[in-house]
T-cell receptor
């Protein structure tokens, strides 16, 4: 696609329910990132993928959070048993990575706003 | 934490003035990037400076990098009301395969 696409753009859920957030990166981008941004805050790194593997999962806040990427393309971030503190905007970004002279510039989606009631 | 630290957290200026934002980081980097975020939107890449560069220009943007002090600054000259946004620095770590860590950002308000 022309840009990074995220869905849903808005999600309201009840505490305790599971949610899935989807990211469709730019075609050909090998690296894919998930960040979380609370209101008025900076970006909190969650996880990044190089291809289908995740070299760094250090940012996932708890074992309720998981992510996968299939076919080197679409990624899904799953939050199980959601809590109110999970409410935030979840941003996905993709890049060509830093191999082969690439600079790792990120292209962001518009985010998925999650509200847990 | 390897996260960049930015200052000021908020900056309010008049149109036509220059805006300077600073970013510090803690470990060796591959490159440093600046991004802009309009309220409620995704981030947009502005400019990148590599670890072996000291200064770079793009239009009204000037970025400097001092690797000895582990700091960078972003200067926006002749600011406009449309420059109102949050600005983030992001560091790319050489030994972590391109992982980007963002600072907390500077919220810039340019008053007409």
């Amino acid at each position: 696609g022309a840009g990074v696409s995220q869905s849903p753009s808005n999600k309201v859920t009840e505490k305790g329910k599971d949610v899935e957030l989807r990211c469709d990166p730019i075609s050909g981008h090998t690296a894919l990132y998930w960040y979380r941004q609370s209101l008025g805050q900076g970006l909190e790194f969650l996880i990044y993928f190089q291809g289908n593997s995740a070299p760094d999962k250090s940012g996932l806040p708890s074992d309720r959070f998981s992510a996968e990427r299939t076919g080197g393309s679409v990624s899904t971030l799953t939050i199980q048993r959601t809590q109110q503190e999970d409410s935030a905007v979840y941003l996905c970004a993709s890049s060509l990575g830093i191999s082969g002279g690439n600079t790792g510039e990120l292209f962001f989606g518009e985010g998925s706003r999650l509200t847990v009631l | 934490s390897q996260q960049g630290e930015e200052d000021p957290q908020a900056l309010s200026i008049q149109e036509g003035e220059n805006a300077t934002m600073n970013c510090s980081y803690k470990t060796s980097i591959n490159n440093l990037q600046w991004y802009r975020q309009n309220s409620g939107r995704g981030l947009v890449h502005l400019i990148l400076i590599r670890s072996n560069e000291r200064e770079k220009h793009s239009g009204r943007l000037r970025v400097t990098l001092d690797t000895s002090k582990k700091s960078s600054s972003l200067l926006i000259t002749a600011s406009r009301a449309a420059d109102t946004a949050s600005y983030f620095c992001a560091t790319v770590f050489y030994n972590q395969g391109g992982k980007l860590i963002f600072g907390q950002g500077t919220e810039l308000s340019v008053k007409p």
